[in-house]
């Protein structure tokens, strides 16, 4: 565990007792008052975890009379999602704070569930130490401000040197486009029937894990867009040859099974069993990963950064920018109806000031939005991969920054994994989810590609 390190100002203490001594959760003149906080803890993902219990160790040290309750919600991805959002409907289970996907935050204001953050942001001496994208990644469509970044990454290729290597491919492999990244996969799998020759995350289990982690990657290699100038693009070749691509792997054997691939586990099994253990060659996955194999990981690997490789995803066929990346990452947010803004802000400052965002970080193998942090000896020297894939940011993509993004996402995973079962080919399952994003935006809102 680390050593506690959170501090309050004067001035902000004492306003923060004013405010709780006005609104204690009694109602009948209490100065007792709660804060609830909502994040996910799931398989391999406990840094929140760890570092939310610290916060509310000394948060409520400082603060007496404060009391954090702490609700993980241990939950894959999409369940996590449809979890917080039971929370937020009643006034007696929605959280004060809550652990914010960004491509979460504009649905989520229009469903009512956020306040902004303008007026604290303004008066936090640390803000101006955020980077501009990262600020943007927390805004809403009314340009108001409602999370607070913790980190963000890319996405590239991981691999197992070994097993590259058995496989006859060099250490310093890079594929310059995906038949490239097919023939090693075949290669892998002609050289030991027994290794999963290359994994990308797909199917509804899977969540943002398969539509980012892996469609998105493939469409944006091939030029191709899921959201030009304020419409929905369909009739897309890209996203035909983008399902193309996930039925080769799947049905030459070259990925997972489909009963494997739709395991809600996967992503724990193959970041903590798979790729050490050489039984995957080849994974599409995140900048994070490497947080698992630290000493303070789940699954400490001390040879990792000797056995393991990185390399780009390449574009379709190599065409410029010849690779392709997706960036993300989460936010802190207050809940629409807390009814203690001041301590859910206090506790949000306090959890991502540079101390504690330097050692979320490190520790979940982040790509620092804080400059501070990113200039720190600590940070560019904790891990050999940050430089790489910090690299990745000069072709990364974003998703779409609309509200309606999270149910075109899922049409996505569905279209994935009818393709991936052999339930539809490519072509159905592109007809079929372009006539559902008209039914879920209107075609007024769709363009041809």
Known sequence: MRTARFFIAPVTAAALALSLGACGSGGGGSDDATIKVAYQKFGNFTQADELFKDVKADFEEANPGVTVELVPIEAQQNDYFTKLALMNRSPSTAPDVMYEDTYMIKSDVEAGYLQPLDDYLAEWDEWDQFVDSAKQAGAGDDGKTYGVSMGTDTRGLWFNKDVLAKAGLPEDWAPSSWDDLLEAARAIKKSDPDVVPFNMYSGKPQGEAAVMQGFEMLLYGTGDTLYEDSKWVLGSQGFVE??????????EGLAPTPQQALDTNIGNTVQAEWLPEGKVGIALDGSWVAGNWLESGV???????????????????????GAVSMSGGWTLAMGAGSENPDAAFEF?????????????????SQIAVRTDVAEDPEYTKSNPTTEFFTGLVDVTHFRPATSDYPKVSNEIMVAMESVMTGQQTPEEAAAVYDEAVIGIVGEENTTQG
Request: charge should be negative; avoid cysteine; hydrophobic fraction near 40%.
């Open 242 to 251: 983008s399902l193309e691509f996930i039925e080769t792997v799947f049905t």
């Open 348 to 364: 949000i400052s306090m959890a991502l000031n540079r101390e504690n965002s330097l050692w979320f970080d490190v520790a979940n």
């Open 299 to 321: 699954a400490p690997w001390p040879e990792w950064s000797e056995k393991m490789g990185t390399a780009p995803m390449p574009t379709q066929e190599g065409q410029e920018p």
